[in-house]
């Protein structure tokens, strides 16, 4: 957009314009030089198209002006000058340069490149500036006409003769209606040449072995060889395990030992260094034998101030001959300076060496004499048997140290288990003693077994009229299976938490017990982890019975089928389903899987004591009267939470989140909370449905009276599942047997 011309600056026909004007700062814009290069603009480039009305028509608008248009571009041209040397050998010299024409403003730049070990000051010869043309011309600088390959323009007194140019400045040309001739050679310079013929002559004069090839091909590329050196028969000795280095770099050969253990801070020893190994030792070679030159010192005595050349006039070849890569292979012996090395296997890039470049494919490893890798390794540390002195690993780790030490303690199961909260890391069963005095078979007793470390507690539940009192009968610890030796070397066995169920007879320390119920709690817990317990997994107890009962499945139903009520759906008692579960499954199935059937599938009419919404209020009553407003940083804790974003999480889980968030609501209101929150199929709480309900902004509740909330929770806790009822038609939907009731033509359950 072009600026509108000001007024004349005459009275009455000018203005302020920063009248009632704020902001004084000037816009910056970035705006493109060529191609992907950006520079900082104060105004942006007006297109042709643009929204802004301008003083001139389209097509009207002048042109840009050169300095605007060409800003940036620049004419290259490779050219070169000869210069004459008058104290050296040479006649003349040959020196390339960079002429660079400025578009912008029609100046010049000549640069020489940088030549390593030229000798010369290179670089700007000449500045850049507007240069006249020689005489005769005057008033007149050189043009875009002037600057073509095959002219030969002088500048300042020197002759340039232009050689070639780049792609832009032959493209650009062209486009002028200007003519580009092809490059030209440049010419050769006397004085490279001459150095260049004396470098090639006197490395053949000298004739010295190049190994550049080889060091550039094979550098850090070893092969790598196992052997032995037996020794065995001096006093002593021994068979050496060895390691044979072949560097394809220089032909050169190291040897390792492989030591033993416990034979110092390194376990490999240095046999032989790297050097090339001659196949047939008769002596030590004089210092430079091995040389493919000899030096003569011509002038001076002096280090520093001496003169060397080569001379090959005495170039006595060395007559040794070298172990070399196709001598070395599996079986072979090698004389390593006297001593007899036999080659046994290779690694795998050694193989993979031999067989692209030989096309060997039998690498079959020999075996060494002594088999020294077996006798390296590690011997069994025997165990004394244990004396009966505390327990079996604080015995075993004293074995091993004589400081005394504590045994390591498993913590994966200390962090797992540690600080639950209702006392989920104990297991209790309810049990009596089964003896052959009469008086303990009365006796009540409890087993504790804690998931923390599998310990096992027994305790004395005491009974008024008998006599006996409450108390421990056998302290915590881990206790060791039945029919096993107690004086032994090996690890005992211990019971684990799956080995006590309702049902089993367990055996602690010499005394029998029948395990009879369990708490409400264990029943949960065993159920939730199912898969730790198989006599708590509802669906593995369900596949057993559907396999028992496909044979007798009519005979089943038509013996234990209950009436049918129309007040109610049929259910069946749960000494019927003992019965009937005993009677077709036998010793299969055991008191436990009973129960946890019974459990399962418990009729019990839902009674909602303390409705949601009730206990909503009590929430947001505690809520305002806490004025809790911390909902944003509650929820963004819960979804951190939720990794995967499915909108659930474990009742645990929240119930963390819960607590550390400082949330002010009692434990038993929370808990109260929680066991009103929707559920999906796994049993996982809607966090959602959590927020929603302790938002106090949304749908508020009006406050209730102050109460004993823990009362509250403990009246209305849920009672445990009620197992002297079965919903029959949840049982035989889940067993799945109808179809085949049906293809059999049986009566249905309409007793």
């Known amino acids: 957009m072009h600026q509108i011309p000001q007024l004349p600056r005459l009275p009455g026909f000018n203005f302020d314009h920063n009248i009632g004007r704020t902001r004084f700062h000037r816009s910056q814009l970035f705006d493109r030089i060529h191609g992907d290069v950006y520079y900082l603009a104060e105004k942006p480039k007006s297109s042709k198209h643009s929204r802004y009305p301008a003083i001139y028509a389209w097509g009207e608008e002048p042109p840009s002006p050169p ?22 050998r040479e006649p003349y010299r040959i020196r390339l340069v960079d002429i660079s024409f400025f578009l912008e403003d029609g100046t010049m730049k000549i640069s020489e490149p940088a030549v390593d070990n030229s000798g010369l000051e290179q670089g700007v010869l000449v500045r850049r500036q507007r240069i006249p043309l020689p005489d005769p011309v005057k008033y007149r600088y050189f043009d875009i006409l ?26 650009f040309l062209n486009r002028m209606g200007i003519p580009v001739p092809d490059p030209l050679p440049a010419p050769a310079d006397p004085t490279y040449e001459r150095q260049k013929s004396a470098t090639v002559s006197e490395k053949s004069h000298q004739k010295k072995p190049d190994s550049l090839g080889n060091f550039l091909k094979f550098d850090r590329k070893v092969l790598r060889f196992f052997g032995y050196w037996d020794d065995s028969d001096s006093p002593y000795g021994y068979v050496h395990d060895l390691e044979i280095l072949y560097y394809l770099a220089d032909d050169t050969i190291e040897i390792l030992e492989n030591l033993p253990t416990n034979c110092g801070p390194s376990s490999k020893s240095t046999l032989v260094k790297r050097l090339k190994i001659p196949k047939f030792f008769t002596s030590l070679e004089p210092v430079g034998s091995s040389d493919p030159l000899t030096i003569l010192n011509v002038l001076g005595e002096s280090t520093t101030r001496s003169y060397y050349i080569a001379d090959n006039s005495y170039c006595k070849k060395s007559s040794a001959d070298y172990y070399k890569e196709c001598d070395l292979t599996i079986g072979a012996q090698i004389n390593i300076f006297g001593r007899k090395v036999v080659i046994t296997d290779l690694d795998n890039f050694t193989k993979e060496y031999y067989r692209n470049k030989y096309g060997l494919d039998d690498f079959t490893p020999l075996d060494q004499p002594g088999k020294r890798r077996e006798q390296s390794k590690n011997p069994v540390k025997y165990v004394p048997p244990y004396n009966g002195f505390g327990s079996y690993e604080d015995s075993l780790v004293n074995c091993f140290s004589m400081v005394p030490k504590r045994p390591k303690v498993i913590t994966d199961k200390f962090y797992q288990y540690d600080n639950q909260e209702n006392d989920n890391r104990i297991l209790r069963f309810g049990c009596k003693m089964i003896s052959d005095i009469p008086d303990n078979t009365d006796r009540c007793f409890v087993i504790s077994v804690y998931l923390l470390d599998n310990t096992v507690a027994v305790f004395e539940v005491g009974a008024k009229k008998a006599g006996h009192t409450k108390s421990l009968f056998q302290k915590r610890t881990r206790l060791r299976l039945p029919g096993q030796n107690m004086f032994s070397s090996e690890e005992p066995k211990y019971y684990e938490p799956q080995d006590f169920f309702v049902g089993t007879t367990v055996n602690l320390q010499g005394f029998r017990f029948q395990i009879e119920t369990a708490d409400e709690r264990t029943f949960n817990y065993m159920e939730q982890h199912c898969n730790e317990f198989p006599k708590a997994n509802v669906k593995f107890i369900m596949d ?58 418990s009729f019990r009419e839902h009674k909602e004591v303390c409705p949601r919404e009730y206990v909503r209020a009590l929430v947001h009553t505690e809520l305002t009267r806490h004025v ?28 963390t989140i819960l607590r550390a968030s400082r949330i002010p609501l009692q434990k038993e209101l ?18 959602q449905d959590l927020l929603k309900f302790v938002n106090i902004a949304v749908d508020p509740l009006p406050p209730m009276p102050p109460i004993n909330v823990k009362e509250l929770y403990w009246t209305t806790e849920e009672t445990p599942k009620s197992c002297r009822d079965i919903d029959w038609c949840l049982f035989l939907k889940d067993l799945g047997l109808e179809q085949q009731l049906k293809e059999l033509g049986s009566p249905t359950n309409d007793k």
């Not at 600057?147 to 070639?164: A, F, T, W």
């Open 628 to 655: 809790w407003n911390e909902l944003d940083r509650l929820e963004e804790d819960i979804r951190e939470w939720d990794r995967e974003r499915i909108g659930y999480l474990n009742r645990n889980q929240l119930y």
């Open 67 to 88: 300095w605007l248009a060409l800003d940036g571009q620049r004419l290259m041209f490779k050219a070169y000058f000869q210069e004459s040397v008058h104290e050296r």
């Open 146 to 171: 002037d600057l073509n390959i095959g002219k030969e323009p002088q500048i300042y007194g020197r002759v340039y003769k232009i050689i070639d140019c780049d792609k832009f400045t032959r493209r």
């Open 670 to 687: 929370i808990n109260l909370m929680l066991d009103r929150l929707h559920k999906n199929e796994q049993g996982k709480l809607d966090y």
């Open 544 to 601: 057993k019975v559907r396999d028992h009962l496909k044979s007798v499945y009519r005979e089943f139903i038509g013996e234990y089928s209950p009436l049918k009520n129309d007040d109610h759906p049929p259910v069946l008692r749960l000494s019927c389903l003992r019965e009937a579960l005993y009677n077709y499954l036998g010793d299969h199935i055991t008191e436990h899987e009973v129960m946890t059937v019974a459990r399962h599938y």
